[in-house]
């Protein structure tokens, strides 16, 4: 991308254009510039962002809301700023937050834009979908860009963790799209949609948990699951496998 050339927001030619964006906001990428100091200011922090407007909320995360920290007005319009610029200042803010091994548990280790970007891409040269699912939703890094990418499509994500589906609202409501999103808080493997005549398109990055950290029924609806489908699996498999298997 040249230098004076128009960029639609959340599409980078490259990662010298996703790292020239937290270039000027003075923070390198993968990091916020947000003044967040803790988990309970950046679930307020997307309630302000009209996190509330997006469908599918859940008990746990009303609790959550009820315990939120206020926000300062200039970060509200800073995280506004950055997410139209096509950055995800609320996940990077939750990574800054929480340390890996934290994340680890979930598998909850955020994509990096310019990858979502080329996923996203090569998506749309294959078809057009009426409906997006991201399986494991975090931020909603996949699904605010599958948004600017496919905007007649309805958008699902699904989240195990409540403070991060909030964060996905607030995401998903700065960059407009609330009124065409639903944030479910289930695990996937229990997740249930309804059938749609159209095209489903599923994208994300699914955590990728090792078995020690999966229960031992959960090992077994593995094997049961891949059974109905005629397939062999382990239960040594990670998370990931589980996923996959989910969507089948």
Known sequence: MTKNATRE?????????????HMEANVPPGESPLNVASLEELV?????????????????????????TPTVNSVIDSAICL?????????????NLLSASERRPLGAIYT??????????WSSSQLVPDRVV?????????????GRVFPNAELIGVEIDPIAAIIARGHIAAAGFSDRTRIILADYRDAVFPE?????????????????????ERKS???RTAAKHKLDASQLSGL?????????
Not at 9 to 21: A, C, Q, T
Not at 201 to 209: D, E, K, R, S, T
Not at 240 to 248: E, R, S, T
């Open 9 to 21: 927001p959340g599409l980078f030619d490259s990662w010298d254009d996703y790292s020239n964006i």
């Open 44 to 68: 307020s922090l997307a309630l302000r962002l009209g996190a509330s407007s997006v469908s599918g909320w859940s008990q746990s995360e009303q609790e959550l809301a009820a315990n939120a």
């Open 83 to 95: 997410i139209q610029r096509g950055l995800d200042p609320l996940g990077d803010s939750f990574c």
């Open 112 to 121: 990096p834009q310019v990858i979502v970007d080329a996923m996203l891409a």
């Open 134 to 146: 991201d399986p494991g939703v975090g931020s909603a890094r996949f699904l605010v860009n599958a």
């Open 196 to 216: 749609i005549s159209g095209r489903t398109l599923y994208v994300g990055n699914p955590p990728y948990v090792r078995h020690h950290l999966i229960s031992s």
């Open 221 to 223: 609806w593995l094997v």
């Open 240 to 248: 990931h496998v589980h996923f996959f298997l989910a969507i089948a």
